[in-house]
């Protein structure tokens, strides 16, 4: 190992990192049984589509994120053992071998230790300290940014909110069906532009949490300008009440009209940070794929110029976008982008993401890694994949003579921590 690549890989171990977007739960981060680590939904849906029954873990056939399983952990984990050998080939496989054979001591899941290891994680997840050693011990995490709701356990964790709705359809649900959840929220009908605004500045005021660090949002990717007036918008949601399907443009134009308007809402709010997540749709029962429209790119872009005040940071689902946000990041001043959602988060990805983002966007505008994850157990695999990966990216660099060695060894501090405490208020 050259001299410059043992530096850098000993400032990844050393580097304090904040996680920007997780779905820890406040109160507890940590897993309190075998079945929440090893069917994480990214677990789930492989070993699904690799021959497990839809419903075999949970009784509604949906990951158990999104619903009560109604079945005891460890007879969820048996019933999944057969299918676990198909995905070692995996990312997320390789990722849950890390998480059991580094946290556990355990080199494999069989039949045998089966019983025994869910004691040990259940023991592990009632210990006080347990917590601690996990992600400011092993992950050496100092902040945790999470979306779920609830009281924070310590300093370390923050709030954030999203889910605010900006869409008029979604993979799993009618224009029509949105409409209906988005006037049960509100507590009365949608009818106009009007009313919709009345439901984000309802949102806004009642459920954004105390010292919330931003709101994040989903928008379609057909998001659009054209058609995203007041008049375009009651004539959508209308169309919308009267069953109606809306094409792209429809759909776009509402999105953007959407995001306007609730920007407007939080200028009344201490929140200027705002994360935008694109790049996914998800169908029935809950199966995701990737989504791609060229329009993004450019009413991304218009949004941010018009509203100087906020900081949009981005993140995508899908490959397709990797050099748009790239450039948005890159000609926009408050616009930055971050880590690698869903369908991104495999090897060759997070190079080809990180690589385009050195290659475009100021050191200061990089935000090398976010978990999504949903326990803290998740966040020691994913950090190490993100850790090897700008290692190997870093190393090539100075060893080529493209970067001097104290660039890289800042990089690593600006893109695993002094980035999001600044660009997230920390």
Request: hydrophobic share 40%; with cysteine.
């Amino acid at each position: 190992m050259s001299a410059a690549r043992e530096a850098i890989r000993e400032a990844l171990a050393e580097v304090r990192v904040v996680d920007p977007h997780c779905h820890l739960r406040p109160h507890k981060p940590t897993a309190d049984n075998l079945a929440d680590i090893v069917l994480y939904h990214h677990v789930w849906i492989e070993l699904v589509s690799a021959g497990m029954d839809q419903f075999a873990v949970t009784r509604a056939g949906l990951p158990h994120e999104l619903v009560e399983p109604q079945m005891e952990p460890l007879e969820r984990v048996r019933r999944a053992l057969p299918y676990f050998p198909r995905t070692e080939n995996t990312a997320a496989g390789l990722m849950l071998r890390w998480l059991l054979r580094d946290l556990y001591g355990i080199e494999r899941l069989t039949e045998a230790n089966l019983e025994q290891v869910a004691s040990l994680v259940e023991e592990r997840g009632r210990q006080a300290g347990w917590q601690e050693e996990l992600l400011r011990g092993r992950c050496g995490i100092e902040a945790s940014i999470t979306v779920e709701r609830g009281t924070p356990c310590g300093a370390a964790v923050h709030l954030a909110s999203e889910g605010i709705p900006v869409n008029l359809a979604d993979g799993k649900r009618s224009p029509g069906q949105v409409l209906a959840a988005m006037e049960q929220r509100l507590g009365r009908e949608i009818r106009s532009a009007a009313d919709f605004r009345s439901l984000l500045a309802k949102v806004v005021r009642e459920e954004l949490p105390d010292g919330c660090r931003f709101v994040g949002v989903w928008p379609l990717p057909y998001l659009t300008p054209l058609g995203a007036s007041e008049a375009a918008a009651t004539r959508a949601l209308r169309r919308a009440r009267e069953g109606h399907p809306l094409g792209p443009e429809e759909l776009g134009g509402f999105s953007y009209y959407a995001l306007i308007s609730l920007l407007e809402e939080l200028r009344a709010t201490p929140v200027r940070t705002v994360q935008v997540i694109v790049g996914a749709e998800v169908l029935p029962p809950h199966r995701s794929i990737t989504h791609w429209s060229g329009s993004f790119t450019g009413a991304m872009g218009r949004i941010a110029n018009a509203h100087e005040e906020f900081r949009f940071n981005l993140s995508s689902a899908s490959d397709a976008y990797t050099q748009d946000i790239a450039i948005l990041a890159k000609h926009i001043p408050n616009v930055s982008v971050a880590g690698y959602w869903w369908h991104t988060f495999y090897p060759f990805y997070i190079r080809k993401s990180l690589e385009t983002r050195l290659d475009m966007v100021p050191g200061n505008k990089v935000i090398a890694y976010f978990s999504d994850a949903y326990h803290a157990e998740w966040c020691y695999p994913k950090l190490r994949l993100v850790k090897e990966i700008a290692a190997d990216v870093l190393a090539e660099r100075v060893e080529r003579g493209w970067y001097s060695l104290d660039l890289a060894l800042d990089l690593v501090q600006r893109l695993f921590c002094d980035n999001a405490r600044e660009i997230y208020g920390l």
